[in-house]
């Protein structure tokens, strides 16, 4: 069965172009999923598997307290894998065709105010290597919406200052360009100009964004930096790495952009994703009535 899971992986990084992050969640669920079946069910080949040893599965990860999101991510993995196999002629049966996935509680995406933005984007105040990278950062991120893996992964060539856009290679190889802002604009040109140069070591270096030891940043590098920077700007929010996204989006809609073109610069395969959007918009709305209507 391992040698089956390896072979998926592989098409899903060589065929599909999947995102490591993407690759490394279904690794993950296969490698439980596996480790199930041979010692609950004594399962040594998918052949043997039917629907109801998957729901069974379902219901052991259910007991053992799995929330919603993560059952329907796990049965999304199960099933791409059981189409592969079929695919390929590996087994003659899909025994993940009928398994209902659990409808997931739909948690509203946590956003910054406008003037909690301000406070972080002026965090990194000094003029060092350091802060003229990690503002650059933050206001990429804010200007453009584009996911930290996406930024992490952002090479020189991507950058087009004049013109005023990023090329973003985001999930499934799938190319946007999006438009930077003035304000994100100044703060690259002040990183590229004045601090990359004192943090890359070898001159041809590509990546736009390096850590200390001048190789690219990694999401777990920017996490840290976040929760430093947010600290300093006395967020209390529990602040994620996609929080500056969800707060782009939010602000977008809040100031009248239009749904579809949010998608486009998010990189949401579907419109329904985007319009989660709204339903923060909406809430927000209604905090700010009953905090300042006289008759609320």
Not at 13 to 33: F, H, P
Not at 43 to 53: A, G, L
Not at 163 to 187: H, Q, S, V, W, Y
Not at 220 to 229: P, V
């Amino acid at each position: 069965m391992q040698s089956q899971i390896d072979e998926f992986l592989q098409y899903c990084i060589v065929e599909r172009g999947l995102s490591a992050n993407t690759v490394q969640s279904y690794k993950r669920d296969l490698g439980q999923y596996q480790k199930y079946l041979f010692e609950f069910k004594q399962c040594k080949d998918f052949s043997q598997i039917d629907r109801t040893t998957i729901t069974d599965y379902l219901y052991f990860l259910k007991e053992k307290g799995r929330a919603a999101s993560t059952i329907a991510r796990t049965i999304a993995s199960i099933r791409a894998l059981h189409q592969f196999l079929l695919r390929e002629k590996l087994t003659d049966q899909d025994p993940s065709i009928h398994i209902e996935t659990p409808k997931a509680d739909k948690r509203l995406p946590k956003v910054l105010s406008t003037s909690e933005v301000e406070s972080l984007l002026a965090a990194p105040h000094r003029h060092t290597p350091f802060d003229m990278r990690n503002k650059a950062m933050l206001e990429v991120l804010y200007a453009t919406g584009i996911r930290v893996s996406e930024l992490c992964q952002l090479q020189l060539d991507d950058v087009h200052l004049k013109m005023g856009f990023i090329r973003c290679i985001g999930k499934g190889n799938k190319e946007r360009i999006i438009p930077l802002g003035t304000m994100a604009a100044d703060a690259l040109t002040t990183y590229l100009e004045r601090g990359r140069p004192k943090l890359v070591k070898k001159v041809d270096h590509r990546t736009l964004f390096v850590n200390h030891h001048g190789s690219p940043l990694s999401r777990q590098g920017f996490w840290k930096i976040l929760k430093k920077l947010a600290q300093e700007a006395n967020i209390k929010k529990d602040l994620t790495p996609h929080t500056l996204r969800h707060s782009f989006a939010t602000h977008l809609l809040e100031n009248g952009a239009d749904l579809r073109a949010v998608q486009e610069m998010l990189g949401h395969a579907d419109i329904s994703t985007t319009q989660i959007y709204t339903h923060v918009t909406k809430t927000r709305l209604k905090d700010v009535y009953a905090d300042f209507h006289p008759r609320a």
